[in-house]
């Protein structure tokens, strides 16, 4: 079997460490792993099944000899390092928003659109975590009874807008019951104007504003849905808007899917035996027993879960459902990694003669 020098860039970050890990538990046959982050982060030593690996600074001439990138350290970061990585021979999977929108760059989630692999041109996009879990939850209703329209109202956890961010969601709940003030210095988003709290509070922005007052997350939403279903960021076939809401728990985004099917003769029983039978996805649908996804127990998990489905009573054809995964990994480490394995299964771990070149 074929062995890969593997680079993992932003190693030390929650997402990074993540990957580590899936990785190590991965079917990608792993020759050498270089684990590469910023300068402060160099000598940090990091833990690979048997082996401690000494974190390394990223530089362009780290990606020599390099074969396959798992990158999540930052927008910035990947612009600079990736095509640098692809120049040297590598195929580079990135969890950052740098390419999700580029033409050139598959989005892919493997249980959705997989076929998308074979047209890399070194770069691969992992999607926003909150897009990844609903259309792992969605395609094999697409695929039988066909999608009009989505709406969806999500719940992100604190770790959705990094350590930082649920570090001081932590600090916020511990001061909160002290009895003292909670300073908030990140969120709703670091770069906007007015920050709140989490701890005890609700967010309804994640991401900043813009046209038509909806946030960059929701946008994000919309047209990777489009992208990742349809290969069109701007296709009208399936209308999509979406509600984005930060919300005081640590992982695990919950989701809120109101949707419209083609075939009109689509029960709610129907939905749940096509959710049933589809990768990646763990049906938890017993109201009677009161069993449905929750944070708390998606948290450790590369799974989907799905529950909470049925029937608007006003409108045939049109079911709620309610959809949770663990944003670090499904949302990030384990979709990124997953699509290695699919690289590796397919032979696809070699960069074409027309290469992305930014």
């Known amino acids: 079997m074929k062995e890969y020098n593997v680079a993992i860039l932003g190693a030390t970050g929650a997402v990074g460490m993540r990957m580590v890990d899936q990785l190590a538990h991965s079917t990608v046959p792993v020759k050498s792993l270089k684990l590469l982050a910023s300068k402060r982060s160099a000598g940090k030593k990091v833990k690979f099944k048997d082996q401690e690996i000494t974190v390394e600074e990223a530089t362009p001439e780290s990606f020599d000899g390099v074969d396959l990138v798992l990158a999540s350290a930052g927008g910035a970061a990947s612009k600079k390092f990736l095509p640098e990585a692809v120049k040297r021979g590598a195929v580079c999977v990135d969890n950052t928003s740098a390419y999700r ?48 329209q989505i709406i969806v109202s999500t719940y992100q956890a604190a770790s959705g807008a990094g350590q930082s961010a649920l570090n001081e969601f932590y600090q916020q709940a511990q001061d909160y019951l002290d009895g003292k003030e909670m300073k ?39 047209h990777e849905t489009k992208k990742i279903m349809l290969n069109d960021m701007d296709d009208e076939r399936i209308k999509v808007t979406a509600t984005c809401v930060r919300v005081p728990v640590p992982v695990s985004h919950g989701e809120s899917v109101y949707f419209e099917v083609e075939d009109k003769s689509a029960t709610a029983e129907d939905i749940k035996a096509a959710i049933r039978d589809a990768d990646g996805v763990t049906l938890q649908d017993d109201p009677e027993h009161q069993i449905y996804p929750q944070p708390h127990t998606a948290e450790g998990h590369r799974e989907t879960f799905v529950g909470r489905i049925r029937p608007d009573l006003e409108n045939k054809g049109s079911f709620h459902l309610w959809v949770v995964a663990d944003n670090l990994l499904k949302g990030a480490a384990w979709n990124t990694v997953e699509n290695a394995e699919r690289l590796v299964e397919q032979d696809l771990v070699r960069v074409p003669k027309d290469y992305y070149q930014g």
């Open 101 to 148: 929108m580029d033409p050139e760059v598959p989005l892919v989630v493997p249980e959705v659109n997989v076929e998308q692999l074979k047209n890399h041109k070194g770069i691969i996009s992992n999607p926003n975590c909150s897009t990844i879990q609903m259309v792992v939850a969605l395609q094999p209703v697409f695929k039988k009874y066909g999608l009009k």
């Open 184 to 222: 908030a210095n990140i969120l709703p988003t670091a770069s906007d104007k007015k920050h709140y709290p989490l701890a005890f509070n609700l967010l309804p922005q994640i991401d900043v504003f813009e046209d038509e007052g909806y946030t960059h997350e929701e946008w994000k939403m919309i």
